[in-house]
């Protein structure tokens, strides 16, 4: 069966870095499209940034842009989250997500949009 496995998350100081990493088994990694979200303490999951199945188109949340970036690595099946210039209102839990697509340019930023979820791994950033 499908298994996302996420890896990385820490407690950093704020204007530190992080990288997440998403391991996918039990698929073809390159027929899916991914995508990390977030859902800090008492609010609702909320989209951080995806990335299409094959041609590296991208997508990321106004909240985020300029300081994230998410690439995927097809020999390892593993797509990332890079994580720059952290801000405490970067706290949260951190899901990457996957969705099998036949469309190889396009991204997927709602929830509903996609088919498994991992676990996901705490970033907890100080001020």
């Known amino acids: 069966q499908v298994q996302l496995t996420e890896a990385g998350g820490g407690l950093v100081q704020a204007g530190g870095s992080l990288r997440l990493s998403c391991a996918a088994s039990?698929?073809?990694?390159?027929?899916?499209?991914m995508g990390w979200f977030r859902q800090a303490s008492g609010k609702e999951r909320e989209f951080v940034a995806a990335i299409s199945r094959s041609d590296g188109s991208t997508d990321y949340a106004d909240s985020v842009k300029g300081r994230f970036t998410i690439p995927r690595s097809t020999p390892k099946n593993t797509v990332y989250l890079q994580m720059v210039s952290l801000k405490p209102e970067d706290t949260a839990v951190y899901l990457c997500?996957?969705?099998?697509?036949?469309?190889?340019?396009?991204?997927?930023?709602?929830?509903?949009?996609?088919?498994?979820w991992g676990q996901g791994t705490q970033v907890t950033v100080s001020s």
């Open positions: 039990g698929l073809t990694f390159n027929l899916y499209a």
């Open positions: 997500a996957a969705r099998s697509t036949a469309n190889t340019g396009r991204t997927y930023l709602t929830e509903d949009e996609y088919d498994h």
